[in-house]
C-alpha cells in the first residue's frame, strides 16, 4: 500500500495537463481506448497537433490502416482536456460506423445529427442543436446546409473523414466545399484521406487551404509555382511546405506490426428461369419511359437505382416494391397529403438505405400540384401495369439465385475449411424482404439451428429472445450500454460468433460490427458503390483476422451489364482479392462511390443491346485509367511518402515509448485507486481487479467487479476517465498534508537501482511542487527538489525511483528546513521555463518562415502576371512586323497599347501587394508574439523528510 503523500503525487501526475509537444499527452487516451496500440496511429495522433499555432493537419494514411482510431485518439485526448464542442463530418453511409467507434472504443458519447432530429430539436426550443455535451456526427450535406450555424460555434475540433471529396474547394463551383471552408475558417480541424492527391496538384492546395490558408499565396500562385512540377528544386520546396500539415503511412511500413490475411473470390454464376427473365425485361421497360407518375422527378434518379437493385435481388423484393408503387398512386389519386412520408417510410422498411442514399441522390427538380385529367388517366394505366407485374412476381416461388446460393455455402465453407477457418458465413443483402426469402430457403435446406438475422431494426421473435438472453448474462456490466439498439447489435454479433453458423444481414451490418472471427463474406447482392463493398469485405478482412477471407459473388449469366459490373469491381477495384482490396489510386478515383452508381443506373437505364452496353462500360473503365496516371502516382510517392527505414525508427520509438507511458499510467491509477478505495473494494492485485462493496459519497456508479485489463473479464471496465477514478484521483489531489516522515524500504524493493544504492542509510528533506502555466499552451510540471543532511542535491529522476518502492510513515517536522530547497526548486524551475521558451522560439519561427513563404508566392504570383504582359508585348511586336496589310498593323499596335496599360498597373500594383503583404504578415507576426505570452503559478504538494533503509 502507498501512502498519501504518493496518492496525492500520482493523482497530480495522472490529471496533469502536457504541453502539446509532449508524447506523453497521449498516455491517458491510449491507457483508456479499447484499441491494441498500432505505433503508426500514436504517430499520426502526435502530429495531428504538434504546435498549439497549428490549425490541424491532413492524416493520409493508406486504406485499412484504421485512420478513424487515429481521428478517435485525438478526440479522445480533446475530450480529457475538457473540450466539448466537437464535430465529425462524414458521408452519410458513415455515420453509424463513426459513432459506433468512437462510443465503444474510447467510451465517449455520440449524438447523429439529421434532419429529422435536427428539427424536432428546433421545434422543442433548442437554440442551437449542433452544441452538445456530446460529439456531433452529421453527413457533409448537412454540413453545408447548416454552415451558418456551424460559423458561429467555437468549435475546439472539427474532424472531416473522406476529406478528398472537398480537394476542389479552391473551384467557385464547389458549393459544399465553399460553405462549410467559410463556415470552419478559423477551426482546428483534421482531415482524414487515403487519397489527397488523386489527378491534380491543384488537389493539394484544396485540401491545406481547409487547414491553414497561409501554406500557399492564392490559387492563382500555386498554380504558377506548383502546377507543373519539373525539377528536383521544386519537389523539395512543395515537400517541405507539406511536411508540417500532410502524415500518410503506408500499409507496407508496418507489416512489421500488422499481419494481414488474404482475400480469395468465389464466383457463384446462375441463369434465371423464363418468368425471372420476363419479370426483369418487363420492369426494366417500364423504368426507362420518359414519364412515369410513380417516379416524381426529384426522386426519378434515386428510385431507379433502387428498383433496379430490388429488381435484382429477388422477385420477393421487387414484388413487395411495385406493390408500394402502386398504393403510392391511387393515394395520389386520392390527393393524400402524407403521400411522401407513407412512400418513404414504406419503400425505406424494405430498402434500408433509402434514408441515406436519399441525401446525395435527390434531385432538386419541383414537382407539380395539380393533376390533370391526362396525368389521372396515365396514374390509372400505370397502376394496372405496376399490379401486372407485381402479379407476374408473386408467382415466382423460387429464385435461381437462391438455388446457385446453397451451392455457394457448400463451395465456401469447403474453402474455408481447407484455410482453416471456422464455418462462418455472413450473407449480405440490400432488401429486408430478400432477407425473409433466404431465411425460408436455407430453413428448408438444414440450416434452421444455425441462421441469425441482422437489419436496422432487429424486431424478429429470434433477435427479441437473442436480445434477452444477452440482458439477463450482461446485467450489471459495462456490455450493458442502455441502448436497445447499440446492445441489441452487440448480443447478435456474440450469438453469431458463439453459435450461429451464417449471418443473413442487411447493410446494417456493413458498419461498426466487427466479425474477425469470421471468414466468409457472401455479396447476395452487390452494390454498385465500390465503398459500399469494400465496407461489408471490412468486417470480415480486418486487423485480427487470422484467416484468407472467401468472398462469394454472384453473377447473372443472361445479363451482359450485370458481367460488366462485376468485372470492373473485380479487375479494375480489385476489391474480391489480394491482401489489401480495392488500392487508394482506384478509390480515390471515383470520388464518394455515387457518381460511378449514377453513372452504372444510367447504362441500365439507356443501354437495350449488348453491343451498347460494351461500348458504356468500355467508355467508363478507360476515364478510370485515364483518372489513375502512373505519372499522378510518381508525383504522389515523391510528396507524400518518407523514407521506409526513416519511418521504422520513429515508429518503433513511438511504440517503446507508449508501452512505458501506458505501464506507469496503470500502475499509478491502480495504486492510487487502492488507496482511495481501501475501505470500500476487495483488490486482486495479480489480476488488477477488484470489487467495489459500496460506492463512495456523492459518487453514482454500480457495485461489483472492475478490473484495468481490456480483456473485458471484469463486469466494468475501470478507466482514467470513468466516474469512479476521476473521483478517486480528485480527492487524493485536493487532500491537504501534514509533515511527516517516509522511510521508503530498498531492502525490500525486487528490483535494482544503482543510483538508488548511494542513498541507503542516509536521510534528508525532499519536496515536491506544481508549476503550472496558462496561456496558449496550457501545461503542468511536477517539481521535485532533495538534499541529504549532508547538503547534497539528489537528482529528480532519482526521487521518482524513491516512491516506487515499499515504504513507511514516520514523525516529522520539516517548518525550519524548507528555505534549503527554495534554490533547487527556482534553478529547476527556471530550467523548465527555458525548455518553453525555446520551443516557443521554434514554434514562432516555424509559423514565421511559413509566412514568409506566403508573402513570397504572393509577390510571385503578381510578378508572373507582369512577365507574361511583357512577353505577349514582344509577340506583339513580332506579329506588327510580319502584318500583311495596314488594318492589321494598326490592330495589333492597339492590343500593344493595351498590353502596355495593364504593364504599367501590374507593376504599380506589385509595390502595393508588397506593401499589403507586409502589413499582413506583421500584423499575423504580432499575433503570435501576443499568443505566445503565459502566466505561471505554483502550488506545493508536500515537503516530507526522507530515509532510505
Not at 403510392?328 to 438505405?353: A, H, V
Not at 460511378?596 to 485509367?625: D, G, W
Not at 521504422?648 to 506507469?664: A, F, P, Q, T
Not at 470513468?722 to 480527492?731: D, G, P, S, T
Request: glycine letters at 4%; hydrophobic letters at 40%; proline letters at 3%.
Amino acid at each position: 500500500m502507498i501512502t498519501e503523500y504518493h496518492a496525492k503525487l500520482f493523482a497530480m501526475e495522472l490529471s496533469k495537463r502536457h504541453s502539446v509537444a509532449d508524447a506523453e499527452k497521449l498516455a491517458g487516451a491510449l491507457l483508456d481506448a479499447q484499441v491494441d496500440l498500432n505505433p503508426h496511429q500514436v504517430e499520426a495522433a502526435l502530429f495531428a497537433f504538434k504546435s498549439p499555432l497549428s490549425k490541424g493537419a491532413i492524416l493520409a494514411d493508406e486504406v485499412g490502416l484504421g485512420k478513424t482510431i487515429e481521428a478517435g485518439l485525438v478526440l479522445a485526448q480533446k475530450w480529457t482536456e475538457r473540450k466539448r464542442r466537437i464535430l465529425v463530418i462524414t458521408p452519410a453511409n458513415l455515420r453509424k460506423q463513426w459513432s459506433q467507434e468512437i462510443e465503444e472504443k474510447f467510451f465517449l458519447p455520440t449524438l447523429i445529427l439529421e434532419s429529422r432530429n435536427y428539427n424536432k430539436m428546433v421545434k422543442d426550443g433548442v437554440h442551437r442543436p449542433f452544441e452538445q455535451q456530446k460529439l456531433v456526427i452529421c453527413s457533409f450535406q448537412f454540413a453545408a446546409r447548416h454552415a451558418d450555424e456551424l460559423m458561429v460555434i467555437p468549435w475546439d475540433l472539427v474532424v472531416i473523414d473522406e476529406a478528398h471529396r472537398l480537394r476542389n474547394v479552391y473551384r467557385p463551383d464547389n458549393r459544399t466545399g465553399r460553405a462549410l471552408k467559410g463556415a470552419l475558417e478559423n477551426v482546428p480541424k483534421v482531415l482524414l484521406t487515403a487519397t489527397p492527391l488523386q489527378n491534380s496538384l491543384m488537389e493539394l492546395y484544396g485540401l491545406v487551404s481547409l487547414i491553414d490558408d497561409y501554406t500557399f499565396g492564392d490559387v492563382k500562385s500555386f498554380r504558377a509555382q506548383f502546377a507543373r512540377l519539373s525539377g528536383d528544386g521544386q519537389f523539395d520546396e512543395l515537400k517541405s511546405r507539406l511536411n508540417p500539415v500532410c502524415h500518410r503511412t503506408l500499409r507496407r511500413q508496418v507489416l512489421e506490426y500488422i499481419s494481414y490475411t488474404n482475400r480469395i473470390p468465389i464466383t457463384q454464376e446462375f441463369v434465371p428461369s423464363e418468368g425471372e427473365q420476363a419479370l426483369y425485361d418487363m420492369v426494366s421497360e417500364y423504368l426507362r419511359r420518359p414519364s412515369l407518375q410513380a417516379l416524381p422527378s426529384s426522386q426519378r434518379t434515386l428510385m431507379t437505382l433502387i428498383m433496379r437493385k430490388l429488381l435484382a435481388s429477388s422477385t420477393f423484393a421487387i414484388a413487395g416494391a411495385l406493390d408500394t408503387l402502386a398504393r403510392k398512386l391511387e393515394r395520389q389519386l386520392k390527393e393524400d397529403e402524407g403521400l411522401r412520408e407513407k412512400f418513404q417510410e414504406e419503400i425505406s422498411e424494405d430498402y434500408e438505405e433509402y434514408d441515406e442514399i436519399a441525401e446525395e441522390w435527390s434531385d432538386a427538380a419541383a414537382e407539380p400540384d395539380l393533376l390533370t385529367p391526362a396525368d389521372i388517366a396515365s396514374i390509372k394505366q400505370e397502376i394496372r401495369d405496376l399490379r401486372a407485374f407485381r402479379d407476374l412476381a408473386i408467382s415466382i416461388s423460387e429464385n435461381a439465385k437462391g438455388q446457385a446460393l446453397l451451392s455457394a455455402l457448400r463451395a465456401g465453407f469447403t474453402k474455408a475449411a481447407e484455410l482453416g477457418g471456422a464455418e462462418k458465413a455472413i450473407i449480405f443483402t440490400e432488401s429486408r424482404r430478400t432477407q425473409e426469402y433466404l431465411v425460408r430457403l436455407l430453413v428448408e435446406h438444414g440450416y434452421q439451428d444455425k441462421l441469425v438475422l441482422f437489419n436496422g431494426s432487429n424486431t424478429d421473435l429470434q433477435s427479441k429472445a437473442i436480445y434477452e438472453a444477452w440482458l439477463e448474462k450482461h446485467r450489471g456490466t459495462d456490455r450493458v450500454t442502455g441502448s436497445r439498439a447499440t446492445d441489441i447489435r452487440a448480443a447478435l454479433v456474440d450469438h453469431f460468433r458463439d453459435t450461429a453458423s451464417i449471418m443473413i444481414a442487411t447493410e446494417a451490418a456493413a458498419e461498426g460490427i466487427n466479425l474477425q472471427f469470421c471468414s466468409i463474406v457472401v455479396n447476395y447482392d452487390l452494390p454498385w458503390n465500390p465503398q459500399r463493398i469494400e465496407q461489408r469485405i471490412g468486417r470480415c478482412h480486418r486487423y485480427g483476422q487470422k484467416f484468407d477471407v472467401v468472398v462469394v459473388n454472384f453473377l447473372n449469366k443472361n445479363n451482359a451489364a450485370d458481367q460488366r459490373v462485376y468485372e470492373l469491381l473485380a479487375e479494375k477495384f480489385q476489391l474480391f482479392s489480394g491482401v489489401f482490396g480495392a488500392s487508394d489510386e482506384v478509390l480515390g478515383s471515383i470520388e464518394s462511390g455515387v457518381e460511378f452508381e449514377k453513372r452504372i443506373v444510367s447504362i441500365y437505364q439507356n443501354c437495350r443491346s449488348t453491343e451498347e452496353i460494351e461500348t458504356e462500360f468500355a467508355y467508363l473503365r478507360t476515364e478510370m485509367e485515364e483518372n489513375i496516371t502512373t505519372a499522378m502516382e510518381d508525383t504522389r510517392r515523391k510528396l507524400l511518402e518518407n523514407f521506409d527505414a526513416e519511418v521504422h525508427d520513429r515508429l518503433k520509438i513511438n511504440l517503446d515509448k507508449s508501452k512505458e507511458y501506458i505501464g506507469r499510467y496503470e500502475r499509478m491509477l491502480w495504486a492510487v485507486t487502492q488507496h482511495e478505495l481501501r475501505q470500500n473494494a476487495a483488490f486482486d492485485n495479480e489480476h488488477l481487479t477488484f470489487t467495489l462493496k459500496q460506492a463512495p459519497d456523492g459518487v453514482d456508479v454500480p457495485t461489483g467487479g472492475y478490473g484495468l485489463a481490456k480483456n473485458g473479464l471484469s463486469e466494468h471496465r475501470y478507466r482514467l476517465g470513468h466516474a469512479l477514478a476521476q473521483h478517486v484521483i480528485a480527492n487524493a489531489r485536493k487532500r491537504e498534508l501534514n509533515d511527516a516522515s517516509i522511510v521508503f524500504d530498498y531492502s525490500r524493493w525486487p528490483a535494482k537501482a544503482l543510483s538508488i544504492e548511494p542513498l541507503v542509510g542516509q536521510s534528508g528533506i525532499l519536496t515536491a511542487q506544481c508549476l503550472s502555466l496558462s496561456g496558449f499552451d496550457e501545461q503542468d510540471h511536477i517539481l521535485f527538489a532533495a538534499k541529504t543532511n549532508a547538503g547534497q542535491d539528489v537528482d529528480p529522476d532519482v526521487i521518482r525511483r524513491l516512491f516506487e518502492m515499499p515504504c513507511r510513515l514516520a514523525e516529522g517536522s520539516v517548518d525550519n528546513e524548507r528555505a534549503l530547497l527554495n534554490s533547487v526548486l527556482a534553478q529547476r524551475e527556471q530550467g523548465v521555463i527555458e525548455a518553453l521558451k525555446h520551443q516557443n522560439a521554434q514554434w514562432f519561427a516555424d509559423e514565421s518562415q511559413k509566412l514568409e513563404k506566403w508573402a513570397e508566392d504572393k509577390v510571385f504570383a503578381a510578378e508572373k502576371e507582369l512577365k507574361d504582359a511583357k512577353t505577349r508585348i514582344l509577340e506583339l511586336k513580332r506579329e506588327v512586323r510580319s502584318a500583311m496589310t495596314p488594318e492589321q498593323q494598326h490592330g495589333i499596335q492597339t492590343q500593344i497599347q493595351e498590353v502596355e496599360k495593364s504593364k504599367r498597373r501590374l507593376r504599380q500594383r506589385i509595390f502595393e501587394v508588397e506593401d499589403e503583404i507586409i502589413e499582413e504578415r506583421d500584423r499575423m507576426i504580432s499575433d503570435l508574439e501576443a499568443r505566445l505570452q503565459q502566466d505561471i503559478s505554483k502550488q506545493e504538494l508536500f515537503t516530507v523528510r526522507w530515509t532510505v533503509v
